[in-house]
């Protein structure tokens, strides 16, 4: 049993800097004012501790990029470069490729879930099923629209959270709501569809909406789109990347004024970049290269980011200008519950798995506790 003290806490009723967090197991046991008899204080040396960052959107890390070797050994990397920058819990994200990759990435998962391999939470099956036009970095030849008999392999996960992004064009309503209906948390992304297809989806199961504003549809005057139809969606999820590039800071403030916190989630798109010196990697036989902390196509297309979720924190802060407290939230229990894992996930209370970083005054990452362990 450990005991942490001495630190700037955010609890779900709000800030202390008067309690301890009892930590038993891999689960939080208790708030208290002291710590408990024999338990082992850990000195937060006066630090701010915040549940665990939940990140739906990684494509690599270290490195390592999860379409190229979708294993256990890229899953236990990615996850622990991206645990350095407060992220405990991740859905190692594929981008379109063949059947047969998703098939490996599904079966690496469930390997590295059974493992133990600490913070992997499920997969993120980003397309192929999605619309070319609206395609970004994806390869237009691994691009196809979903067909009956893919399914079963998009349900076939046995552990974890299965997200799928695809564009509800490239979908029908039926097969929407039968990955709904399986457990598969469906996301709109990618897309070129005109309002009322993105609306038939979100009726028959679609919760979310992968990178709000970019790659999709966008809001006009008479035609409102994907963007329209996300914003206007009081109930559906939305990731938004906040690296200063995918977005204008206005257009962040649009979002967050339309969804809350609540319905608004930080996520990074990260990149093998992250954690690593390498200035390029191929997607595909794709070059992509960094500049600066941007990462484009030779043509100058974005290809996902270098943002980790300890600057999507400081990103949200700067240019969404709301305080720790709420960007956290959206870094936390907004995907937690987005996941389906609201009360397991995403706070600092009795019962929640103990998924917790300090972060110093600078709000760089300090120390890090996935389910009790540093």
């Known amino acids: 049993m450990k005991a942490l003290v001495n630190g700037r806490m955010l609890l779900a009723e709000g800030w202390r800097d008067d309690a301890c967090v009892v930590i038993e197991g891999e689960r939080i046991a208790a708030i208290l004012p002291d710590p408990p008899a024999g338990a082992e204080p850990v000195?937060?040396?006066?630090?701010?501790?915040?549940?665990?960052?939940?990140d739906t959107q990684v494509n690599g890390g270290g490195g390592r990029l999860f379409n190229d070797d979708p294993s256990v050994e890229t899953l236990r990397v990615i996850a622990e470069t991206h645990r350095r920058y407060g992220t405990t819990g991740l859905l190692p994200t594929l981008i379109s490729d063949d059947l047969s990759v998703i098939e490996a990435a599904i079966q690496a998962v469930d390997a590295a879930i059974e493992a133990g391999v600490p913070g992997i939470l499920?997969?993120?099956?980003?397309?192929?099923?999605?619309?070319?036009?609206?395609?970004?970095?994806?390869?237009?030849s691994k691009i196809q629209p979903l067909q009956d008999q893919f399914?079963?392999?998009?349900?076939?996960?046995?552990?974890?959270?299965?997200?799928?992004?695809?564009?509800?064009?490239?979908?029908?309503?039926?097969?929407?709501?039968?990955?709904?209906?399986?457990?598969?948390?469906?996301?709109?992304?990618?897309?070129?569809?005109?309002?009322?297809?993105?609306?038939?989806?979100?009726?028959?199961?679609?919760?979310?909406?992968?990178?709000?504003?970019?790659?999709?549809?966008?809001?006009?005057?008479?035609?409102?789109?994907?963007?329209?139809?996300?914003?206007?969606?009081?109930?559906?999820?939305?990731?938004?990347?906040?690296?200063?590039?995918?977005?204008?800071?206005?257009?962040?403030?649009?979002?967050?004024?339309?969804?809350?916190p609540d319905h608004l989630m930080l996520v990074t798109d990260a990149m093998p970049s992250v954690g690593s010196d390498e200035d390029h990697f191929l997607i595909h036989g794709r070059e992509i290269h960094r500049d600066g902390d941007r990462l484009v196509?030779?043509?100058?297309?974005?290809?996902?980011?270098?943002?980790?979720?300890?600057?999507?924190?400081?990103?949200?802060?700067?240019?969404?200008?709301?305080?720790?407290?709420?960007?956290?939230?959206?870094?936390?229990?907004?995907?937690?519950?987005?996941?389906?894992?609201?009360?397991?996930?995403?706070?600092?209370?009795?019962?929640?798995r103990a998924d917790l970083?300090?972060?110093d005054d600078a709000l760089d990452v300090q120390r890090s506790w996935i389910g009790g362990r540093a």
């Open 122 to 140: 499920g997969i993120h099956i980003e397309g192929p099923f999605l619309n070319p036009v609206r395609r970004g970095i994806h390869s237009e």
């Open 297 to 352: 196509g030779a043509d100058g297309t974005l290809a996902g980011s270098t943002l980790t979720m300890a600057g999507a924190v400081k990103g949200m802060m700067e240019q969404g200008r709301v305080p720790l407290e709420t960007a956290s939230r959206m870094a936390s229990a907004t995907p937690a519950a987005f996941l389906g894992l609201a009360g397991k996930l995403g706070h600092i209370a009795p019962g929640y």
């Open 151 to 260: 399914l079963a392999l998009l349900e076939s996960a046995r552990h974890g959270r299965t997200l799928v992004t695809l564009a509800p064009e490239a979908a029908t309503p039926d097969q929407v709501a039968r990955l709904a209906a399986a457990g598969v948390i469906v996301a709109a992304g990618h897309s070129d569809a005109p309002y009322e297809t993105v609306r038939a989806a979100l009726d028959n199961g679609a919760t979310g909406f992968t990178h709000i504003f970019n790659a999709m549809s966008p809001l006009t005057s008479r035609a409102p789109g994907m963007v329209g139809a996300a914003l206007e969606a009081a109930d559906a999820y939305a990731g938004i990347i906040a690296d200063g590039h995918h977005l204008h800071p206005a257009t962040l403030r649009v979002a967050l004024r339309a969804k809350g």
């Open 357 to 359: 970083v300090l972060l």
């Open 43 to 54: 000195d937060l040396a006066g630090h701010t501790l915040l549940p665990g960052f939940i």
